[in-house]
C-alpha cells in the first residue's frame, strides 16, 4: 500500500498568514442577548434592503467592538441549495482603517435593531471591501441538531447578479473585478508555531481538507485550560489541529452561545463533519494590512476550554468544558550539552503522523539549532488501546547520519510508523502516546561498504561485480566486509558473518545477496497479486520494530526458481548491528548446485 503521508509530507514544511484572523475592539452592542440561550433568529425572508444592522467582532484583546451597516440583499441559496447568503455592508473604525472586512472576522455576529440575530459574517469579495456575505443565524443554530449524514454541496464562488454588481460598483464599495469573482468564503487564518518554513504548508492542508486556509507563525498555544468565560458572542475562537511545541490554530469569531455550545465561523474550517478539534480561547493582536490580498488577524491563542465536535457548512459548534481527549508526543532531544522535553497535543488522530513527526522536527530544530549535517540516534515508543480495549506497545531505534539535514533526516520514522497504525485494515485502534527520544552529534558518522570477500575452500576470495557465489542448500555464506568512512574521517571498519541457504532452495535455483544497509521493506510499489498484508495488527507492529536498522549489517539472500509447479522464491536474512550508519549496499549473484 502507498503511504500518502510520506509522499505528501516530503514536500512540506509551513506556511505564512493570509486571511483568516483580525479583530476589532469595542463595548458589546445593546442588542446583544445573553449567552444563556440560543438568540432569537431574524428570519432572512423579512430582511429588507436597506435594513441597519450592527454587529460585533474584536481587532485586540478579547473585547468585541461594535460594527455596524445595512442589508444590501438576499442572494437565494447563495451558499449552498436551500442555505442564502444574506449581502451586507458595514464599517466601524477598523474596517474603515484596513479598507474592509478581514479574515478572522468569520463568525462575527450582526443583529438587527430589535436584538434578533440576523447571523454571521463568512464571505467576502476577492481583494479588500467592506461588503460581506452573511450566514443566516438559523442554519447555524441547527448544526446543533445535527447528525453524521452526509453534507450539503457548497458552491466554491458565489455569483453576484447583474443588476446587484452595477449597484456595488456604482457606490464604490466594490470593483468591476471583486464583484466580478463573486463572494468566496473568508479564508481561516491558522497560527502556526514549531515549523521551520511555511511557505509549504498549503499541500498538507490539502490533504487535511483545509483548502480555505492561510498559515502565519505565532506562537505555540498552552496546554493550560482557560476560561470558558472567555467564549462569547462576539469574542475570538480558535479551533486546533494540534497545539503545543507544534499548533495548528484556525482562529475565527464566536457568533452565538447556546446552552453552553458555542457556534462561530459561519463556514466550514476543514468541513470534517463530526470532529475532535480543540476550542482554545484567543488573544487578537492587532488587525494586518494587506494590499496585495487582504486584511487578517494576528492573534495569540489560549488554553483549550473545550472541544469543536461538528464542523459543518453553515459553521462549526463546539461543547465549552469538555477538552478532547487527543495523542500526547512527547519528544526529547539532546545534542551538545543542551537538552529540551516538548509535547505536542493532537486533537484531530488523522494528523497524529504529522503531529509525530513534525513535533520532533521542531524539537531538533531547538536544540540541533541549526541546518546542517550529523548524526542522531532516535528511540521511540508508541502506545495506545485497540477498539476493543487492548493495550498495544510499539518500540523501535533507529540511527541517522547525513552531510545536509539530520534533523529532517530523522523524522519521517515515526510518522510512518503511526501512519501504518492508524490506517490499518484489521482493527480499530486509538494511539494514546508517542514518545520520541532523539541524541543528536554533528559529527556525520557514515560508512560505505567496499571490498567483499568470501569464504570458499577455507580461503578467502575478494568478490568483482562478475562474481557467482554457488552453495549448496543449507550451506553457509561466511563473508568478510570492509567499511570505509567518509573521506576516512573515522577510519575503516571489517564485519564478518555469515548467511545461510534455506535447505528449501531448491537445485538450480539462482537470485542474489545483497550486503550492507537493507533498502527493502516499504514495497511502495508493490502489484503482486499473490502478495499478502499482514494478518494481525501484532503483525504490523512485528514490521516496524523488526526493520532493518540503518547502523546494521545486512545479508539478505533472495533465491528465484522454477519448477512445474511454479515460480517460486525463498530468502534468508542475517543482521549486524555495527554502531554506525551504512549507506549503501553491494549485490552479488547466487546460484545453487545441483
Known sequence: MSNPFRR????IAVAGLAGAGAFVVASPAQ????????????????????????GLTVSSGNEPDVFTGEVLGVLEDGIAPGLDMILVRLSNVEIDRVGGIWAGMSGSPVYAEDGRIIGAVAYGLAGTSPVAGVTPAADMQAITAIGPEAELDAAAR?????RMQARLVESGMATEREVAGGFEQLPTPVAVSGMRNLARLNKLAGRLGLDNVHYYRAGSAPSAQAEESEIFAGSNLAASISYGDLS??????????CDGKP???GHPFGWFGETSLTLHSSDAIYIQEDPTWAPFKVANAGGPVGVIDQDRLAGIKGLLGEVPETVQVVTTVHS???SREGTTYVSVPMFAPDGAAFGLLSNQDRVFDRIGGGSALVHFTISGTTAEGEPFTVVRTNRYANTFDISFDTIWEVGNAVWSLNENDLVGIDIDNVDVTSTMSSKARMFRVGQIQIKSGGVWKTLTSDSVIKRHPGRLINYRAVLNSRRGEFGSKIVIG???????????SFGQLSLGQFFGGDCEECYFEDVEGPASLQEIIDGIE??????????NLELFSESEEGAGMVTAQAKKLIGDVITNSKFFSVRIRR
Open 31 to 54: 442588542s446583544v442577548p445573553a449567552d444563556t440561550a440560543c438568540p432569537a433568529p431574524f428570519p432572512v425572508a423579512d430582511l429588507a434592503k436597506g435594513q441597519l444592522v450592527d
Open 248 to 257: 495548528m490554530l484556525g482562529v475565527g469569531t464566536t457568533t452565538m452561545v
Open 498 to 508: 555469515s548467511v545461510r541457504v534455506p535447505e528449501a532452495a531448491e537445485p538450480g
Open 158 to 162: 458565489v455569483a453576484i447578479p447583474a
Open 336 to 338: 551538545g550539552g543542551r
Open 8 to 11: 505528501s509530507m516530503a514536500s
Open 263 to 265: 457556534i462561530g465561523f
Open 546 to 555: 523488526d526493520a532493518p536498522r540503518n547502523d546494521e549489517f545486512v545479508a
